[in-house]
């Protein structure tokens, strides 16, 4: 394989993009919390995973408090509402009580959400696949905490919702990570919206909170003409959870790391512990 080298986002490939998308849905999901006194249905984001052997939505843990409150959830699969009631669910992770230098967050903002073996099954009957930390968290041969390739941000942009064909939003982002910060046990990610430059993206990021954040390795061609992820499985990484969006001026995404989904959030998956 060739030395991996920095291309810019604008210059990578549609073909290659368009590849990597198609497997980030397989695990990303829209969700749709039951609309209160006449407003629209609320959007809010999460990936289906496995810890511990366990399936879950794994997403931020203020998306999971307004979850257990809401009357009913709705998971939008093959352009259709598959509906969960919250009583059925069982949250697993870290309650915040800290906080990030200069930013008003509370963190850790990180829930596994578990549901019944009859919903995996249904979901999964709709093509949609459980992405495994577990097989991942342990292989050796996976670079999980490395920062080469790009960054994909994935979510629902409330912004994006149309009322009128109640089309839910399904947005990825293909972006740069400015920074990873470790606040142990706990790691953070920046990403990078750049919103001046990109005008064809939301301003405002609500609904996106519990969305994943996804990092690519690729490999070309000796003439460094043609990109390729030669293994998806191995090549396609979950690495974050978002959960804030700063000011508007520089405005980036801040969501959980590697090292929170990887290393230390499986502690905190396990049978009689909530």
């Given at each position: ?209 519990g969305g994943g954040i996804w990092r690519v390795q690729f490999c070309l061609s000796p003439d460094q003409t043609m990109f390729a992820v030669t293994n998806p499985k191995r090549d396609i990484f ?37």
């Amino acid at each position: 394989m060739p030395k991996w080298r920095e291309v810019p986002i604008r210059d990578l490939p549609s073909e290659l993009t368009a590849q990597v998308h198609q497997k980030i849905r397989f695990h990303s999901v829209a969700m749709l919390l039951a609309p209160v006194d006449g407003a629209d249905p609320l959007c809010c984001s999460g990936t289906l995973t496995q810890v511990n052997g366990m399936a879950a939505i794994l997403t931020a843990r203020h998306v999971w408090s307004r979850i257990e409150c809401a009357a009913s959830l709705a998971l939008v699969v093959g352009r259709q509402p598959y509906y969960i009631d919250p009583r059925v669910l069982r949250p697993f992770g870290p309650v915040g009580h800290d906080g990030l230098p200069d930013i008003d967050v509370t963190v850790p903002d990180l829930a596994f959400v578990r549901i019944p073996s009859p919903a995996r099954t249904d979901l999964e009957a709709y093509g949609k696949v459980f992405y495994s930390i577990d097989g991942r968290r342990n292989d050796p041969e996976l670079d999980l905490f490395g920062e080469t390739g790009f960054w994909i941000l994935a979510g629902s942009p409330q912004a994006l919702y149309d009322p009128q064909s109640g089309a839910t939003p399904s947005l990825l982002y293909d972006t740069t990570v400015e920074k990873r910060v470790e606040v142990s046990p706990w790691d953070y990610l920046f990403v990078d919206l750049n919103v001046p430059q990109n005008p064809e993206i939301p301003t405002t990021y609500q609904g996106v909170s519990g969305g994943g954040i996804w990092r690519v390795q690729f490999c070309l061609s000796p003439d460094q003409t043609m990109f390729a992820v030669t293994n998806p499985k191995r090549d396609i990484f979950l690495s974050g959870v978002a959960f804030y969006q700063t000011g508007i001026e520089g405005r980036q995404i801040i969501g959980h790391g590697p090292k929170s989904l990887y290393d230390t959030l499986p502690g905190y998956v396990i049978e009689g512990v909530t």
